[in-house]
Every structure is written in C-alpha cells, then in structure tokens.
C-alpha cells in the first residue's frame, strides 16, 4: 500500500526567548479586568447590537489554540475535565500546516494554497465570513490577546515581559493568528477594522454586555502555547474559562463555544486536533458525549451558514466533503452530512489528508502559482443555498475551468502578488514587520488541488466546492 502522507515534514521548532522558561501568571487580575501588561487600554465598548436568533445557538464563540498533537491534549486533566462539560468532536481536524493557513481557511473557506507564516494581503474582492454575518445583520468581533490598538494591522508586536521582568520585551502579538484582518475585504473597511481587539476590550466588552454574535479568541504566544506546552495552556485555561463560562455576559444559554487547536505538532500524521463544544447551547444530555463525525476548520463556516441560514462563500465551507455541520446543529437544521465518521479504523482512512503542505496550486503558492479564482456560483452550501459574491471587482469568467496552468513565480524571482502589506495599511508598531514585500492584487478567487496516495493510485483531486472532478492514476 502506499502511504497515506506524501511527505513527512518536521515541523519548525519556535524560538526561546525569555518567557517561555517562566511558569505561568496571568496577563490580568481576572479575565473581566484591565490590564497595563496590554498596550492598549480599552478606548470603550462596541454597541450593543439587536440580536438575530438562530436555529441552535445566538451566540458562536472560538478559541483557537496552538500546535499540539491530539493525544498531547486529550491526555491533559484539564481538558479532560472540559470534557465533562460539553461534547468532544474525536476527528476534527485542521486543514494543513502551518499555522496560517489554517486561521484564512476558518475566515474565507480556503487556505490558497499558502504554505508558510508570512505576510500577505488577501485581495478585498474575496469574501470571508464577515460578508456573510453583515448580511444578515449579525455582529462580530476578533479579540487577539497583546493587540496593541483596535485595527493594528502590522506582522507582529512585541511589548513588555510580563512574565519576566530582567527579560527583553516579548513578541505576544503575530497577525498571522488573526483571521479576519488577513483579508483587505475586512482589513480595508475602517468599520470592519476597529473590530479587532485586545483583552482589555473582550473585559470591557463583557461587563458591558455587548459580546457580538460570532467571535473569534486568540490567546497571545504563551497562553496559546505556541512558544510554551500544553502544561501552560492548561494553567491558562484554568485562569480563563471557569470565570467566563459562569458570566452569562459571556456565556448565556444560547451561546456555544469551540475550544480547537490551529493545527497539530507533527507534520507525518493526519492533522487531527482536540476540540470541545462548550457553552450553555450544549444541552445537558449531551455533555460529556463524543461525536465521531469528521469536521474540519471548514465546519466551522458551514455550520454558522446552517444556524442562521447564511449563504456560503462557494470554497471549501461548501464541499461536502470537507465541511460537515456539527451534528448539534445539523439534528435540527436538517441538514445532512456526509458518512465519514470516526467509528473504526477503515472509515478513518477514508477521511481526506489534512497534514499536506506546499503540494497545492493556489494564489498563495509562489512555486505553483494561480490567480484567485471566483467563487463557484453552482455550490450548495448548509446556509440558505446561495453563494455571496462581492459586489464588485470579482471576474466570475476567472474560474475552476478557465484558470491557467500553475506558474513557478520563485524560478522567475518573482512572488506572489498578494505578499506584502497593502497598500494603505497601517503596519506600523514596535515590531511590525513584514516578511515579504508589498505587491499587487489579482482578480477573482481560489480553488483547491488535493493530491492523495489511495487505494487505486494516485487520486488527484480538483475541488471546486460544491463540484469535485477526480481522476485516477493507476500505478503498478
């Protein structure tokens, strides 16, 4: 049989710097108070916004943790003692290494065939996630732990060592972890923009009562465990949760949150991570329950398209393959997943590789380079059946059948025309630094090529969302 990985790559261990030798301390006094170890202090609330019901839930919550292997976490007594709360998802997965790609995928349905952690500007014809809530008039905010101000949009920031005083300052902050302003449809809305915030602001926020209806956690360098272990995270946890799970502010019986990982630590195996639905969405004779089905950070997307009855984005949150909705939801939204489950061995390998990395053809893949294609218009998502295109600037003729034959920009010293900062962003800070230079943006949006070892061969896929064309390479 041939292996079910085409590569086994090592992963690229993060550098050491003076916190991470540390044991943990929190940031703030408690998770609802100020904190001058953040940069920025909250310069007041957002508006209180009317709520649009939802079939399951009114409330989606994400926090996203960083790089650890399943069984690292689940091995953990805190997260085993989260489980008892809720219901553990047993084959989520995250789509690819490393870890940005996978935080696009959970905003626009794709991850663009990006392979790396640098600096790119998504073009403000691709729409993400934010296009669907607004549709629909549902709030929304990203709160990133160390944000130095509301909008920041450079690569990364480093601030004061809260955990070691004699240390140099600490790079808490990286964009790279936060979704939503990876994308220039997001980024370049002034409105949009000022709707990434930092801790200080998610306390205010709370106390106020004017948590948005979709929002998205990322915990900063050390407490995501990025730059420390899985130990730490459990401290952190600890710290965090218990108070805003018990603040109705926060955590109201119509609220459900996910507890995931971007990705997992080891690149030779499927990419499956630990994650948990949480929150008082989850009824009581579900918690401390496993659900089997296979989701990805896909999943996500289709299942807030199912809740609110959203269109989709024609990417991936539309593959049926790759997007099922959480059982929770789809039980009573009707709609029907797929059958891959993780109920024994034989379906597990059936599931689609999500360890691969660098082998697709994409708009963010300098060495095979493809324009951003337009969404496909034919794609029937978990939502309301629609797929959203953005009202302008949006080639729909650039598209799965027309799309040219991948380039290798690297072996013309060039790069991808998405790399850099935009334009008119604001990548300024005391590390805001970018990794690549500035460039242009192309018309139109992505697909997805999958390249597998199966049973019959070499399986090539080439995933348009909604419509999958596969041929078989038969190898003797």
Known sequence: MFPKSLFALVPLVP?????????????????????????????????????????????????????????????????????????????????????????????????????????YNIP??????????????????????????????????????????????????????????????????????????????????????????????????????HDTSVDFIASWLDYFLP???????????????LLTFDENENYAVQNRIFTLLLGGAVPSHLKNTTDDTFYTHFSTLSTVQSNWGLPSLGRQDANATVSNVFSLV?????????????????????????????????????????????????????????????ASGVNLNLNLTSAPRPVNLTALNQTVPAAGPRANGTDSGSSGSSSNSSGGSSGGKSSERFLEFGVDGLVEWFVGVGVVAQHIVQIN
Do not use: C
């Open 330 to 390: 789809a039980n009573v939204t009707g709609y029907t997943n797929n059958n891959l489950t993780g109920s024994s061995n034989a379906s597990i390998d059936a599931f689609p590789l999500t360890n691969l990395t660098g082998v697709y053809a994409g708009p963010l893949n300098a060495q095979k380079y493809v324009p951003f294609l337009a969404p496909e218009l034919s794609a029937k998502g978990a939502g309301n059946g629609s797929v959203f295109v953005a």
């Open 15 to 119: 550098t050491v710097l003076g916190a991470v030798a540390s044991p943990f301390a929190p940031a703030a006094l408690t998770p609802l108070s100020s904190s001058t170890n953040y940069t920025g202090q909250s310069n007041g609330t957002l508006a209180k916004a009317n709520v649009v019901p939802g079939k399951v839930f009114d409330r989606f919550i994400q926090i996203w943790l960083e790089n650890t292997n399943y069984e690292d976490a689940a091995s953990t007594k805190t997260f085993q003692s989260l489980k008892e709360q809720g219901i553990q998802l047993s084959q989520y997965h995250a789509v690819t290494h490393p870890s940005e790609p996978n935080y696009a995928a959970a905003a626009g349905g794709d991850f663009w065939a990006l392979a790396d952690d640098n600096y």
């Open 243 to 257: 108070t805003l799970l018990n603040n109705t502010a926060f955590n109201d019986n119509r609220t459900l949150i």
């Open 124 to 225: 403000a014809n691709v729409s993400t996630v934010v296009d669907l809530l607004e549709s629909k008039n549902i709030s929304w905010a990203s709160y990133q732990e160390n944000l130095p101000t509301d909008g920041f949009e450079g690569f990364n920031f480093s601030s004061t060592n809260y955990l070691n005083a004699s240390a140099p300052a600490y790079t808490y902050y990286v964009r790279k972890h936060n979704p939503t302003i990876l994308y220039d449809s997001v980024a370049s809305v002034p409105s949009r923009l000022a709707r990434h915030r930092n801790f200080n602001n998610l306390a205010a926020d709370i106390n106020a009562s004017v948590i948005p209806q979709w929002v998205f956690i990322t915990p900063n360098m050390v407490n995501d465990g």
